[in-house]
């Protein structure tokens, strides 16, 4: 019913930037709290959220160097990175609240990932 479909990951060296994104598409009605999240040996963390009023949440690792922003006319979140470390490095996840068409249940998706790499 709903696909979340990421974009932009790559190889970066140290110091770069990349552009994620995010496209969420199917039987919507409306998209709450959009994130993203990375895959890290033995768990996968919060890296940005957005709630539907814009307001956004980071974990202290990436503060002031990754900005979320989201276009709702596209239903597409995005994640700014800049100043890449190779600790950064990991499968990032979107991740979406989503109402469904016909449904009055909120139903939480996942992207498959998209592979970043930060390396010389």
């Known amino acids: 019913q709903v696909q979340l479909v990421e974009s932009g990951g790559g190889l970066v060296q140290p110091g770069g930037s990349l552009r994620l994104s995010c496209v969420v598409s199917?039987?919507?009605?409306?998209?709450?709290?959009m994130g993203w999240y990375r895959q890290v040996p033995g768990k996968r963390e919060l890296v940005a959220g957005i709630n539907s009023g814009g307001a956004t949440n980071y974990a202290d690792s990436v503060k002031g160097r990754f900005t979320i922003s989201r276009d709702n006319a596209k239903n597409t979140v995005y994640l700014q990175m800049n100043s890449l470390k190779p600790e950064d490095t990991a499968v990032y996840y979107c991740n979406a609240d989503v109402s469904v068409v016909g449904s009055m249940t909120n139903y939480n998706y996942w992207g498959q990932g998209t592979q970043v790499t930060v390396s010389s």
């Open positions: 199917g039987s919507i009605f409306r998209i709450y709290t």
